[in-house]
């Protein structure tokens, strides 16, 4: 089946502008995150949602950050007012659930957006 | 805090050489899990192994194989008789219960199999 898609695969934009970066999870996931990779760095985690609820979000940078999943299948991760250092490549994967306890579902993840702030 | 430590930043081998990925973790939780992906240049990570924290039994599959160390917090990663379809960079993550599901990645190491 399909996997996880992301558009659009590039984004470059001017400092300052407003952005949205887009995560179509495999069906029946329940659960979507979003990470953040720099430049020969690991990614970084962002926010994951559980169904349409963001479950954790104590990855978001700062207030310019925030994203939704309004029908608890695609998500959008928004980039208002984007600063150079926003650059890098966004990351978005999904699962079948999510869970605090010791169960552990696989994340699958996406091919990324590179977002380029000039 | 819980941290993921790769130390190797790059290494470089001559194909059907055997190589090993280092990785260290910290966690103060008692139940976690590990992982390791491969990311190769197009961009996807690819998941290769979880091994959760009650089970040290090293595993092998195909020319991977991952040994686990609690003393030592390690988790490390060999391929055998590397190929050239090896070259990626590769990611150890950790996952603590205590942190919902999201992974703490290390900074990856990128493996270069030359001919």
């Known amino acids: 089946g399909a996997g996880v898609s992301q558009t659009p695969s590039n984004k470059v934009t001017e400092k300052g502008k407003y952005v949205e970066l887009r995560c179509d999870p495999i069906?029946?996931?329940?659960?979507l995150y979003w990470y953040r990779q720099s430049l020969g760095q690991g990614p970084e985690f962002l926010i994951y949602f559980q169904g349409t609820g963001a479950a954790d979000d104590s990855g978001l940078p700062n207030d310019r950050f925030f994203a939704v999943r309004p029908e608890g299948s695609v998500s959008t991760l928004k980039i208002q007012r984007t600063e150079r250092g926003d650059s890098a490549v966004y990351l978005c994967a999904s699962s079948l659930e999510a869970s605090g306890g010791p169960l552990y579902n696989e994340q699958f993840f996406g091919p990324g957006t590179r977002l380029t702030v000039l | 805090a819980q941290k993921v430590t790769q130390a190797q930043t790059e290494i470089s081998v001559v194909e059907k050489e055997d190589v090993t990925l280092d990785c260290v973790y910290e966690t103060r939780d008692t139940t976690y899990y590990l992982f390791w992906y491969k990311q190769p240049p197009s961009g996807e990570l690819v998941f290769l192994i979880r091994r959760n924290s009650f089970d040290e039994q090293n595993e092998i599959s195909g020319r991977y194989s991952w040994n686990f160390q609690k003393s030592t917090s390690s988790f490390n990663f060999t391929i055998t008789a590397s190929q050239v379809v090896d070259s990626a960079v590769y990611f150890c993550?950790?996952?603590?219960?205590?942190?919902?599901?999201?992974?703490?990645f290390g900074t990856g190491t990128q493996l270069k199999v030359e001919l």
């Open positions: 069906s029946g996931h329940t659960a």
């Open positions: 993550a950790l996952i603590f219960t205590g942190g919902g599901n999201k992974l703490t």
